[in-house]
């Protein structure tokens, strides 16, 4: 008869041996090639790439602007020097123009009705207009 520590060891023997049949009819875990790694870093690049493209499409578009039209743009800007910047900016109906420094920004000029230095043709019925002259005179035509 057999002892009860050598039935023990006889299960103990059958189950590794079962286990061991069984990992060998299992597929082996694949190694990781130099082909999975070149597709992985293609896929992280053209990801990478379209966010570039959507960063860059969004600065160039200005974002997501509200649905109607906006009622503050930037019209223009001047440098006077390295850090001082002559700027006009559109509120509403009204121009305002800003001298803006690295410490302040200071309100110089507000423009209103027919002041404003660029009118839309819309709104302006004299061709007289600053923003007509220099218009006129760009495209080298004579004065009307």
Known sequence: MLSRLGLAWILYFASSMACAE??????SARMVSTA?????????????????????????????????KSQLALLGGLSLGMRERLVLVKVGDKQILLGVTPGRIDNLMTLEGEQRLFQSPATSNDSATFAAKLQQIMQGRPND
């Open 36 to 68: 999975d790694v070149a597709q992985w870093l293609l896929a992280l690049l053209a990801v990478l790439a379209i966010f570039a493209i959507a960063v860059w499409l969004l600065r160039k578009t200005g974002g997501f602007s509200p649905a109607g």
């Open 22 to 27: 069984e990992a060998a009819l299992r597929p």
